[in-house]
């Protein structure tokens, strides 16, 4: 059995939960855990070239997302770049209110510091979405008080792909007089990004999401936004991030962020053809199963499929004995016995929210890969659904569970 598995060329489809790190990402880290191993805080000529290359890849980064009116500050990762935007203007800006307004399909890096701030005694208001899990901007127009000091809403979401309308959101925001802060942990380097176009005042990304490093992150931020440390120590990252700075994972992610930007377009368009043929395929192969989400506004890598009368785990599980790498929604939920958040808010039964894959596409995966799932996947779901007690005729039964 062994032998079989090493054999077997492993198709991973599960880019939205992590990335392999690009072999040029590595190599131009490398120095920096030997040769150039210095803390960047010291003040001998060694440790102020460390210096001066976190600067240079902070310039590089504001460049690339087109943040001249801001900072960039570097962050231990993604959830901590959610935690510092939403809890730091929430602490720095208690005297001007305590109201937050954030959407139900939120990461849950973004939903449980607004929960951890609802019990210091901070207001949040979770937004309803559509049936297509777009944010209803009408709720976001009347849920604005005030009190109102910060709005949270993803550009695209982890699970479904979902692009939010930012730009239109932003110009409610700069109406209002309230700041806005994206996650953009999912769609920095599978698109453009340009803060300015998007009228945001804080943005969140991850380098392990575009094939750079784990444990490293950045959040922009706009000049004039008030804005409190959550890590408290040194004097590092202008004051906002205690921490000696991770040099080696800083310049990983600013050069995987160029090499991302460099290929966009094309990848985008590649990932997306492969995605179509996926799911026709699905579609086409097995019966009852249907796409979550918007079938245009959303990232061109990402699928996400309920298969009706078996239960996502199942199938991840027959995937995997077939070198398949999937979803059955977020990475940082996989171990929940609970249905998706996300398809909830978006009015998916519980029954059938229990049957959702997410394939998510990335730079390796090649038309053999799609064909081995299209080949794969039907026979799994033909053997589940015989087995399973939810299947067709035995709807009495789905509906009491």
């Known amino acids: 059995m062994l032998k079989k598995e090493?054999?077997?060329?492993?198709?991973?489809?599960d880019h939205n939960a992590t990335t392999p790190i690009d072999e040029r990402v590595l190599s131009v880290m490398i120095p920096y855990f030997s040769a150039n191993f210095a803390n960047p805080s010291s003040i001998y000529t060694i440790a102020q070239k460390a210096k001066e290359v976190i600067e240079d890849a902070r310039s590089r980064v504001a460049q690339l997302i087109n943040a001249s009116n801001g900072n960039i500050?570097?962050?231990?990762?993604?959830?901590?770049?959610?935690?510092?935007?939403?809890?730091?203007?929430?602490?720095?800006?208690?005297?001007?209110?305590?109201?937050?307004?954030?959407?139900?399909?939120?990461?849950?890096?973004?939903?449980?510091?607004?929960?951890?701030?609802?019990?210091?005694?901070?207001?949040?208001?979770?937004?309803?979405?559509d049936k297509y899990g777009i944010v209803d901007l009408d709720a976001l127009r009347k849920a604005i008080r005030?009190?109102?000091?910060?709005?949270?809403?993803?550009?695209?979401?982890?699970?479904?792909?979902v692009i939010q309308p930012i730009e239109e959101i932003a110009k409610i925001t700069k109406e209002k007089g309230v700041y806005f802060h994206t996650d953009a942990i999912q769609a920095v380097g599978k698109m453009r990004v340009d803060v300015e176009q998007l009228g945001v005042d804080l943005l969140s990304m991850s380098a392990h999401k575009f094939y750079g490093p784990k444990g490293v992150g950045a959040l922009y931020v706009r000049?004039?936004?008030?804005?409190?440390?959550?890590?408290h120590g040194g004097g590092h990252e202008k004051g906002l991030r205690a921490g000696t700075e991770n040099v080696a994972g800083i310049v990983g992610l600013t050069k995987a962020l160029e090499i991302a930007m460099e290929h966009v377009g094309k990848e985008w368009e590649r990932e997306q053809r492969l995605r179509d043929k996926l799911e026709k395929g699905l579609l086409e192969k097995i019966p009852d199963c249907f796409v979550n989400g918007h079938p245009e506004k959303r990232l061109a890598n990402t699928t996400n499929i309920i298969v009706k009368y078996v239960e996502g785990e199942s199938m991840l599980t027959y995937l995997d004995a077939e070198g398949i790498c999937a979803s059955s929604g977020s990475a940082c939920t996989s171990g929940s016995l609970e249905p998706s958040h996300v398809l909830i808010a978006m009015g998916i039964p519980h029954e059938l929210a229990h049957g959702s894959l997410r394939f998510s596409l990335g730079r390796s995966n090649t038309e053999a890969d799609i064909d081995k799932v299209l080949d794969v996947l039907p026979n799994i779901v033909k053997k589940l659904r015989e087995i399973s007690p939810f299947g067709k005729g035995k709807d009495d039964l789905v509906q009491r569970t």
């Open 146 to 161: 005030k009190d109102t000091i910060l709005i949270s809403i993803m550009y695209a979401n982890n699970e479904t792909g």
């Open 223 to 231: 000049k004039g936004i008030k804005i409190d440390p959550i890590i």
């Open 73 to 129: 500050i570097f962050t231990g990762g993604g959830s901590e770049a959610d935690n510092l935007a939403i809890k730091g203007v929430a602490f720095a800006n208690m005297d001007k209110g305590k109201h937050i307004i954030t959407s139900q399909i939120e990461h849950h890096a973004v939903l449980n510091p607004c929960k951890y701030l609802e019990r210091l005694g901070f207001e949040v208001t979770y937004l309803p979405v």
């Open 6 to 13: 090493l054999k077997m060329k492993l198709v991973y489809l």
